[in-house]
């Protein structure tokens, strides 16, 4: 990560916070990736060199950041979308500031209409939007889906109910496997690798 965006980051995240103490309409929340789960995002993104990155939920660009300087380092860029305008312009001014604008593609509008318009091939999707609509743009995104690809959903243990049909969803994927990590409000992981390889759980000794 270049060593100038940690501050950066910081700042948006303070301030997504505070704007989230005194702000009743959800909408207008920032809801920001927990740090640690940033960190991870962007450990993952990086360890698979993926480079085509879908992100549904850009807010003010905190967790685009962390997803544009992990695929950056392999000259990829990341497609991130969000329905909000004010957002995506804070979004827009924060990526700006961070120096990563040309890794970054804003895309304006309900989710699932963007992504029907998408060409893809997307080595990585990120989910961070509405959960209840995340099912749908997981069905039109497969098609779209590199061979070697992660599926990642945030918010899975802290709105468990709005996120029972994505899981249920990513369940049903022949070819791959799943798992849900507690840190942060929980992140879901669905991983495919090469064609035909597909580990099972074995028992232990």
């Known amino acids: 990560m270049n060593p100038r965006l940690p501050e950066l980051l910081a700042e948006i995240k303070q301030q997504?916070?505070?704007?989230?103490k005194r702000e009743t309409n959800r909408g207008r929340r920032m809801l920001n990736l927990e740090p640690d789960t940033a960190r991870l995002l962007s450990i993952l993104v990086r360890s698979s060199?993926?480079?085509?990155?879908?992100?549904?939920?850009?807010?003010?660009?905190?967790s685009t950041i962390w997803l544009a300087s992990a695929v950056a380092?392999?000259?990829?860029?990341?497609?991130?979308?969000?329905?909000?305008?004010?957002?995506?312009?804070?979004?827009?001014?924060n990526l700006r500031r961070a120096d990563l604008?040309?890794?970054?593609?804003?895309?304006?509008?309900?989710?699932?209409?963007?992504?029907?318009?998408?060409?893809?091939?997307?080595d990585l999707?990120?989910?961070?939007?509405?959960?209840?609509?995340?099912?749908?743009?997981?069905r039109l995104l497969?098609?779209?889906?590199?061979?070697?690809?992660?599926?990642?959903a945030d918010n899975v243990l802290s709105h468990p109910r709005e996120i029972a049909r994505y899981l249920?969803?990513?369940?049903?994927?022949?070819?791959?496997?799943?798992?849900?990590?507690?840190i942060g409000k929980g992140l879901s992981l669905a991983y495919r690798g090469s064609p035909g390889v597909h580990l099972e759980p074995t028992a232990g000794k």
């Open 16 to 20: 997504g916070v505070e704007n989230d």
């Open 49 to 62: 060199r993926a480079t085509r990155v879908l992100e549904v939920g850009t807010s003010n660009g905190y």
């Open 73 to 93: 380092e392999a000259g990829g860029r990341v497609i991130s979308i969000d329905r909000n305008p004010e957002k995506q312009a804070m979004a827009r001014e």
């Open 101 to 122: 604008i040309d890794s970054v593609d804003l895309r304006l509008g309900e989710a699932s209409a963007v992504v029907r318009e998408l060409n893809g091939p997307f």
């Open 125 to 138: 999707v990120f989910f961070d939007g509405d959960r209840t609509s995340a099912p749908e743009q997981l």
């Open 142 to 152: 497969l098609p779209k889906l590199a061979s070697a690809v992660l599926v990642v």
């Open 168 to 182: 249920a969803a990513v369940g049903k994927l022949e070819g791959f496997d799943h798992v849900v990590v507690p």
